[in-house]
């Protein structure tokens, strides 16, 4: 999180994202949160960035934009997970009843949360898609969990299986 330029409102910014994804940002509560956007494998654990990643991240905006952030207020890190196919899962589990999956959201969490929170509302309720989630080509079946198990219903969501 940083300040935005003196002076500035950048509440309604959009989210500013390198052509290459290798770094992002974007307005939070009138700040900027900004982000390295790297993808680096780790056990799940309670993430916190290194110094060196902030730094980078940093120095990515800087030389980008014209944004000069210094240090910035508060350092973070997330987890991110991935599907398989790298498409969220959002749906019940066929081997395990009332367990419902939503995730996979990788480094989109902030672009998608609200749309996959509506599609799975209206799998939660037994509803249609939403319309003009629907009106997208999107489909309940693309998101399903069932698209990585084998017909034998292999224990795991991997696509090699146990």
Do not use: N
């Not at 509440?11 to 956007?37: M, N, Q």
């Amino acid at each position: 999180m940083f300040d935005p330029p003196a002076g500035l409102d950048a509440r309604t910014w959009p989210l500013a994202v390198d052509l290459h994804e290798r770094f992002y940002f974007k307005p939070d509560a009138g700040k900027l949160i900004g982000s390295l956007a790297d993808e680096t494998d780790s056990p799940p654990c309670d993430a916190y960035p290194e110094d060196i990643d902030v730094a980078i991240a940093v120095d990515r905006i800087e030389q980008a934009t014209e944004l000069r952030i210094g240090r910035p207020q508060r350092p973070w890190a997330g987890l991110r997970t991935f599907s398989p196919d790298r498409t969220p899962v959002v749906g019940f589990d066929p081997r395990l009843p009332g367990f419902f999956w939503l995730g996979g959201q990788g480094g989109y969490g902030f672009q998608v949360s609200l749309t996959l929170a509506r599609i799975a509302s209206a799998l939660l309720r037994d509803a249609a898609m939403p319309a003009d989630v629907a009106s997208l080509g999107v489909e309940f079946g693309a998101l399903a969990p069932v698209r990585f198990m084998a017909a034998a219903h292999t224990p795991s969501l991997s696509p090699a299986g146990p």
